[in-house]
């Protein structure tokens, strides 16, 4: 049996995938699901105790305690995946499955100075001192900008740029971007780095309004794309072809009227993952494999909807038993989540959008059932 190691924030749609081609399993994560099946070799960074507390992942996350975590198992590995959390650069090479290269994708500027020529961006400034954005909003009175990370995910650390006092921001370096109003969707493109194919576009969903979340986070999907989407999935395609991307990719875009914008490509498994099985009915980590082989399995159009929906703690909650239906990522029962962190994650498809929104509710009330403000 050949072993693969899969490291990541959370490591369990992956593993549970690549589990059913047969691999034997090894994980490092930061999240420690219960969902997450004994079978595995797995080691995470937070370690869950009834009546304590989970912490905030923002705080205690910190991606060389991945590396701490997964030395042990990188010798013994045939193949390592690369998850959300984590770089290839930082594993050997020959084991990588994916992209073995990221830093100028992931680097957001990086990416910008790269595509801007071919593809529509927001405007983009790569600063190092507040004062210097203050002057860039100032010659632009009738935009809006947002402030982010050059490197990030998961919209932690993004927030609207606005003329506050000079001291009530750090001075490190940083992006600022003019702020498109649209709707946010994420395609999918397969590639072999000679062929490539868009396979699915979704709708990016923010989490649910919480006073203890900033505004950006990344809070879950509908899939497919409730829409006309042939157009912006030709750009994903082009986008990724410019790049030379292998196996699964994320182009994120912000679409505004008839404009396409490019705002992030994730080089690697992302988020759509559940949702794109459910949908497609393939295993998206063999669709990865295959094309890193040089194969782009063939992939029909989807005949479902898929909703995933992370839900965050809006109070500091003691968990019941989560288990339901459509209910992922269970943490352990009777420990504590914070506000803002997140508590499960919802997947549910049906044929029917509506039946589909109707389950997420469904699944929603269960939960907030099972908390007990403490
Ligand atoms: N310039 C922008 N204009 C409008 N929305 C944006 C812009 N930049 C980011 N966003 C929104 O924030 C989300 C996260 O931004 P992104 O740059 O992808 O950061 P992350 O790496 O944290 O996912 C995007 O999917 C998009 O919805
Ligand atoms: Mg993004």
Redesign the pocket.
């Known amino acids: 049996m050949e072993k693969m190691l899969i490291v990541g924030v959370n490591t369990r749609p992956l593993a549970h995938s690549a589990y059913q081609l047969g691999y034997e399993i090894y994980s490092t994560s930061y999240f420690c699901t219960m969902d997450f099946d004994r079978w595995h070799h797995k080691k995470c960074i937070l370690k869950q105790k009834s009546y304590n507390s989970c912490g905030k992942f923002e705080e205690s996350f910190d991606p060389s305690l991945l590396m701490k975590l997964s030395s042990s198992y990188i010798d013994e590995v045939d193949h390592i995946i690369s998850y959300t959390g984590t770089v290839p650069e930082k594993f050997p090479p020959s084991k990588i499955i994916g992209n073995k290269k990221v830093e100028n994708v992931e680097n957001?500027y990086k990416l910008y100075h790269k595509l801007k020529n071919k593809f529509k961006f927001?405007d983009?400034y790569h600063l190092s001192e507040i004062a210097e954005a203050q002057e860039i909003a100032a010659q632009f009175p009738e935009k809006k900008f947002?402030k982010?990370?050059v490197?990030?995910?998961?919209?932690?650390?993004?927030e609207k740029f606005k003329n506050m006092n000079l001291e009530s921001y750090p001075e490190s370096e940083f992006i600022l971007?003019?702020?498109?109003?649209?709707e946010?969707v994420?395609t999918s493109v397969l590639s072999t780095g000679t062929q490539s194919q868009a396979i699915l576009s979704s709708k990016?969903l923010?989490a649910e309004e919480n006073p203890a979340l900033p505004e950006?986070i990344?809070g879950g999907n509908i899939t497919p794309y409730p829409g006309e989407d042939s157009v912006f999935k030709k750009v994903a395609q082009e986008v990724v072809d410019e790049l030379k991307l292998t196996g699964s990719n994320g182009v994120?875009m912000?679409i505004a009227n008839d404009d396409i914008?490019i705002?992030?490509v994730?080089p690697r498994l992302h988020g759509t993952f559940e949702c794109a099985e459910a949908v497609l009915g393939i295993n998206m980590m063999e669709a990865h494999i295959r094309a890193c082989e040089g194969e782009l399995l063939s992939v029909s159009s989807p005949e479902k909807y898929a909703i995933k929906k992370i839900l965050f703690a809006k109070k500091r909650s003691l968990v019941g038993n989560l288990k339901y239906n459509g209910v992922f990522d269970l943490p352990l029962e009777n420990t504590i989540i914070e506000p803002g962190q997140p508590l499960v994650t919802l997947i549910c498809s049906s044929e029917n959008l509506y039946n589909c929104l109707e389950k997420i509710n469904r699944a929603t009330s269960h939960v907030e059932g099972k908390l007990k403000e403490f």
């Open positions: 957001k927001p983009t947002i982010k990370p490197q990030g995910s998961g919209g932690y650390g993004i971007q003019e702020f498109v109003s649209g946010n994420s990016q923010y950006f990344y994120d912000v914008y705002i992030e994730n």
